[in-house]
């Protein structure tokens, strides 16, 4: 599911060295208008020019305004200054329009794991990774669900459950299985229409696991509560993806192994994998299948 492009108004307030107006109109994202003079703009032309506008370029001697960003209305989402300096710019008025605001009770708040029931789909080496990571947080109840119940869960007090059940009282919702073709598009409709409204859905497994056109869905219209991702289908996601334009879901480039260490182990069980299977010897990691 995508959105159609959305091209920006950008008002560009003086003619500017060419390089500039290059990157402009040559990014496909932004339709510029120019006050096609090199002396300043006049003041009803800037608040004409600026009416609507996402972006605004201007100058030093450009007065940036409340009057101004008033003109501009609500699309403005930023100023660009071609100049070091930045008196010419209402500093406080602009910090109350998009910048930090004071600390609120309820400010960037969310879900804690403190008494929380948390459900693993796929208790396998990285589910228990992610069990035993959890449990120290206050975590009440871990539950998992899989193709059958695992004897190490008893480490992590885990609770063999049909996926339905873990769906239903979960208030977060991990998934650490693998992709099989009984696991591809798991994540579904049906699926998130059984979870509570506000449990958070995470995906660390593989990006073809959910459907994302469904999660989107569940998102946008408070099936569940958030979503974070450290995988998608495609990786990365375009940028103009429905889902990198919610405030509730994270989504990561998939560095779930990202460490300079965890990096240097798996080259090395590749190569030592390459070497046995040229040697005839028995593989450290191998897929059997």
């Known amino acids: ?13 003086r003619r500017i060295p060419q390089e500039g107006m290059k990157i402009l109109s040559q990014s496909g994202v932004c339709k510029v208008s120019l006050w096609d003079s090199d002396e300043p703009v006049p003041r009803e032309e800037l608040l004409k020019g600026v009416a609507g506008a996402h972006g605004l370029l201007c100058l030093l001697s450009d007065k940036i305004d409340t009057e101004v960003l008033h003109a501009a209305g609500p699309n403005l989402k930023v100023i660009s200054t071609l100049s070091v300096g930045f008196d010419h710019m209402a500093m406080d008025e602009i910090k109350k329009r998009g910048g930090w605001s004071t600390w609120k009770p309820l400010w960037l708040c969310g879900y804690g794991l403190l008494g929380s029931t948390v459900g693993v789909i796929g208790l396998g080496r990285i589910g228990m990774a992610i069990a035993r990571r959890l449990k120290p947080f206050g975590v009440k109840r871990l539950l998992y669900s899989g193709r059958t119940a695992k004897s190490y869960a008893s480490d992590v007090e885990g609770e063999y459950v049909p996926l339905d059940t873990l769906l239903s009282e979960c208030d977060f919702v991990v998934v650490s299985c693998a992709l099989t073709p009984e696991t591809q598009g798991l994540c579904n409709k049906a699926f998130f229409s059984k979870m509570k409204n506000n449990a958070v859905f995470i995906n660390t497994s593989r990006g073809a696991v959910v459907n994302q056109e469904d999660l989107y869905q569940a998102l946008t219209t408070g099936q569940i509560a958030c979503a974070g991702l450290d995988v998608t289908t495609p990786e990365p996601l375009p940028t103009d993806h429905p889902l990198l334009t919610l405030k509730n879901c994270v989504v990561l480039p998939h560095i779930g192994s990202a460490t300079y260490s965890t990096r240097g182990i798996m080259a090395e069980l590749s190569a030592n994998n390459l070497l046995a299977g040229l040697q005839g010897t028995d593989m450290p990691s191998e897929l059997k299948f």
């Open 1 to 13: 599911m995508h959105t159609a492009h959305k091209i920006m108004k950008v008002f560009v307030t």
